[in-house]
C-alpha cells in the first residue's frame, strides 16, 4: 500500500473512531435512544425533542434531511445519513471531518477507495456498494 493509500486508510479510521465515540456520548444522555434512527424519529414524529440540541454529555447535535450532524465539545465533527436502515457516511462526509486537521488531506476518491478496503476487512459495512458505508455491526 502505497503512502497516500495509508493516509486515506488511517483518516477513514479516525473517522470511524470518532464517529463511535460521539455517537455513543450523545446516546448515554438519551437511554431511551437506541441508535440515531430514534432520535429522527423523537424529532420529526412525536416530536420529544428539538431538531437542534446539546446532550448532557456535551454531544451537540442537529438533525438534517435524511440525517444527523454530531459535534464534540473539541469541535469533531461527523454527520451520518439513514440509508437502507443504517447510520451511514460517504466519502464526502469523511473528508468535511477532516476540513478542519492540519496536514494533507486525501481526495474523496482515496477516502472512497480506503472505505472499500476497510469494509473488506470487516472494519466498515458496506450499505451501498462503492457509495456508503456504516460502522460494523458489534
Known sequence: MDESAESAVEAVRRYA???EDIRSRLLDAYPDLGCVSDLMVAVRHSR?????GMSSTGIEYSVHGAGCRMTDRHGREVDVD?????EAFDAWR??????????????VEELRTACAYLSTL?????????RWYALPDH
Open 94 to 107: 469523511i473528508a468535511c471531518f477532516l476540513d478542519g486537521k492540519s496536514g494533507a488531506r486525501p481526495s
Open 17 to 19: 473512531a470518532a464517529l
Open 122 to 130: 470487516g472494519e466498515l459495512r458496506e450499505v451501498q456498494a462503492g
Open 82 to 86: 439513514l440509508v437502507d436502515g443504517a
Open 48 to 52: 420529544t425533542m428539538p431538531r437542534e
